[in-house]
């Protein structure tokens, strides 16, 4: 549901790219031209572990000059205009 949003240059012309490889992590969707990291999280990032291994994550991300969006599913589902606008105020930041 997002990618259809963010795919073809459809958010202010910004090209996102999905499940990108950035250093030892994937992204789930980047714009790598403004260093914006952004992430759905499903159930799995529910879990004691992926909560552990998501707090490794975004600080690499960040040291390596992202910046790190999050979004769960339910947000997405249900507020999609609600998580572009906020990437369109992060897009407009950066």
């Known amino acids: 549901m997002l990618w259809r949003?963010?795919?073809?240059?459809?958010i202010d012309g910004h090209g996102f790219r999905r499940q990108t490889p950035i250093g030892p992590y994937f992204a789930d969707f980047v714009c790598l031209a403004?260093?914006?990291?952004?992430?759905a999280d499903g159930r799995t990032h529910e879990s004691a572990d992926a909560k552990i291994k998501d707090a490794e994550r975004d600080p690499w991300f960040r040291r390596a000059g992202f910046r790190v969006l999050r979004f769960p599913d339910e947000?997405?589902?249900g507020g999609l205009s609600i998580v572009i606008e906020r990437i369109r105020a992060a897009l407009?930041?950066?």
């Open 5 to 10: 949003v963010l795919r073809n240059h459809q």
């Open 34 to 39: 403004r260093k914006i990291v952004v992430e």
């Open 75 to 77: 947000l997405v589902i």
């Open 92 to 94: 407009r930041e950066t």
